[in-house]
């Protein structure tokens, strides 16, 4: 038995709030067991001096946690003065899945800055980051359509992102924090909802794991990315049937 009592194929609890940072564009609070993350997309009239002119939109992405978002206080890293590694990382990755779906040609000249912020951690905040971010995205680009500022939505299908790993109980799905931190090995996959693959990090910590292991967790990310795309048509619905 895992330590949180789950099946070695059960999601955690995931839930989708819309609506909750009232002055941006689309934004989603996403709770997946104990690791919450606050999701935002903010649409500007403007693009990157590299793309100028060539009428293509952008969608890029920022990453951070609060201080208390994890069992120790972090200093903030405008403290510091930059950001970490993993911060760079995490967020090139979210703005990288999101752009994998998104049709920059049709979004014309505006760019679109996804930000997330880790209010709390217990394992997989950035495959919760990159699945509350869509929806966010996805509300943003709705309502640049119900008010005729483009004529379709600019978006390829859906992406969403989970966690699985090798641990004593052999290979699990969506790991916490207990998990990832005792995990022989780690991974993290970006699927899209027809079947496709955007990225796939994976981690031997101790020694090398097989192809059969990497199967089999390729397996439970599939059965774990489907319930989050339900999810996440869930919530732009919901949003969808009020605007009606």
Same mark, same amino acid.
Request: glycine fraction near 10%.
């Given at each position: 038995?895992?330590?949180?009592?789950?099946?070695?194929?059960q999601?955690?609890?995931?839930?989708?709030?819309?609506?909750?940072?009232?002055?941006?564009?689309?934004?989603?609070?996403?709770?997946?067991?104990?690791?919450?993350?606050?999701?935002?997309?903010?649409?500007?009239?403007?693009?990157?001096?590299?793309?100028?002119?060539?009428?293509?939109?952008?969608?890029?992405?920022?990453?951070?946690?609060?201080?208390?978002?994890?069992?120790?206080?972090?200093?903030?890293?405008?403290?510091k003065?930059?950001?970490?590694?993993?911060?760079?990382?995490?967020?090139?990755?979210?703005?990288?899945?999101?752009?994998? &779906?998104?049709?920059?040609? /049709? %979004? $014309?000249?505006?760019?679109? +800055?996804?930000?997330?912020?880790? #209010?709390?951690?217990? !394992?997989?905040?950035?495959?919760?980051?990159?699945?509350?971010?869509? &929806?966010?995205?996805?509300? /943003? %680009? $709705?309502?640049?359509?119900? +008010?005729?500022?483009?004529?379709? #939505?600019?978006?390829? !299908?859906?992406?969403?992102?989970?966690?699985?790993?090798?641990?004593?109980?052999?290979?699990?799905?969506? %790991?916490?924090?207990v998990e990832?931190?005792?995990?022989s090995?780690?991974?993290?996959?970006?699927?899209?909802?027809?079947?496709?693959?955007?990225?796939?990090?994976?981690?031997?910590?101790?020694?090398?794991?097989?192809?059969?292991?990497f199967?089999?967790?390729?397996?439970?990310?599939?059965?774990?990315?489907?319930?989050?795309?339900?999810a996440?048509?869930?919530a732009?619905?919901?949003?969808?049937?009020?605007?009606?």
């Amino acid at each position: 038995m895992r330590p949180s009592g789950r099946q070695p194929d059960q999601m955690r609890p995931i839930t989708i709030e819309t609506g909750f940072a009232h002055h941006a564009e689309g934004s989603a609070l996403i709770r997946v067991g104990g690791t919450e993350v606050l999701c935002t997309a903010s649409v500007e009239n403007r693009v990157p001096p590299f793309l100028r002119g060539k009428g293509t939109g952008w969608v890029t992405a920022e990453y951070g946690m609060l201080p208390r978002a994890t069992h120790t206080r972090g200093n903030r890293e405008a403290a510091k003065g930059k950001q970490s590694g993993r911060t760079q990382e995490i967020q090139r990755l979210i703005g990288r899945s999101l752009r994998a &779906v998104t049709d920059l040609d /049709a %979004l $014309g000249e505006m760019s679109i +800055t996804l930000d997330c912020d880790v #209010l709390n951690a217990d !394992g997989g905040t950035r495959c919760a980051s990159i699945t509350g971010a869509w &929806v966010a995205l996805r509300l /943003a %680009l $709705g309502k640049l359509v119900a +008010t005729n500022v483009l004529p379709r #939505l600019p978006l390829r !299908g859906q992406v969403a992102a989970v966690s699985c790993g090798l641990t004593t109980e052999g290979a699990v799905l969506d %790991l916490d924090y207990v998990e990832d931190s005792s995990a022989s090995a780690d991974t993290n996959f970006v699927l899209t909802a027809d079947r496709r693959i955007v990225e796939i990090q994976g981690t031997a910590e101790s020694a090398p794991f097989t192809e059969d292991a990497f199967d089999n967790l390729f397996a439970l990310a599939r059965k774990g990315v489907t319930e989050l795309f339900e999810a996440q048509m869930a919530a732009v619905e919901a949003v969808e049937k009020k605007r009606i």
